[in-house]
């Protein structure tokens, strides 16, 4: 069975996955009852979670909703550190993740915007470096594992800046490979292998290493490293599947 839901995961195209994982969760689900791991996103719990990625690494995947170990650790810490879910605001999220976007669609507090350029769930078509929206638009921004797609980073998070209210934020989440000083691009190389040897996924364009909070502030936000994973014990991050090494980065506009 393992075997089976690795291949598919790994096969199938994601907007495919995305399109019927509703389906796909409910069959799946059923071979993974019991109480060892737990989603705080859908609220369910089950044996163990899914393999996911190119390796097919164990116990990864919520059956039901599709989280992944970010998607759990920032739901809590949208939760419980910020006023995500109670306050007033006008909130942006571009590539909106599957796990998440049908449950901001339906909180009633949010004024919510989904944005994508080529997302079949993005209400809004659009190009992260130009976005069709006024200055101080939003006072959130959630996006999350899209800067390492684009080729000119600073043009997007300069407009990242721009539409963010004066005392907006926003979540900038990127894969890192924190044992890496320095973010390693290089844009002469273009082929998907050579893209996926490089840069650790065939439509990547760099692999960020620790300045990341600093490329970020080139365009002018803030930028702090929350440890928010600290905040749990030993017996939570396991049974949430959480990534130790995870970093939240928490930017805001800047005073210009
Ligand atoms: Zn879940």
Partial sequence: MKKIITFLVRKIPRPILIKFSFLFSKIISVFYF?????????????????????????????????????????????????????????VLHIAPEQPYYKKFEKLKNLNYTTADIV?????????????????????VLLCNHVLEHIDDELKATKEINRVL????????????????EKTYEDFSITDPKE????????????????DYSQRLERSGLKVTEVNFIDSFTEEQIERYRFDKSEIIYLCKKADI
């Fill in 195 to 210: 893209r996926e040897k490089h840069f650790g996924q065939y439509d990547h364009v760099r692999q960020y290493g620790k």
């Fill in 34 to 90: 019991g109480n060892k791991v737990e989603c705080p996103v859908c609220g369910n719990h089950f044996r163990k979670f899914l393999p996911y990625g190119n390796i097919g690494s164990d116990n990864r995947l919520c059956p039901s909703c599709l989280s992944l170990e970010r998607h759990r650790l920032l739901w809590i810490y949208l939760k419980e550190k910020t006023g995500f879910f109670t306050d007033k605001l006008d």
């Fill in 119 to 139: 997302s079949p769930i993005a209400k809004v078509k659009m190009d992260i470096k130009e976005m069709p929206f006024n200055d101080n638009s939003f006072d």
């Fill in 165 to 180: 209210k004066p005392d907006g934020w926003a979540i900038l989440q990127v894969p890192i490979d924190l044992n890496l």
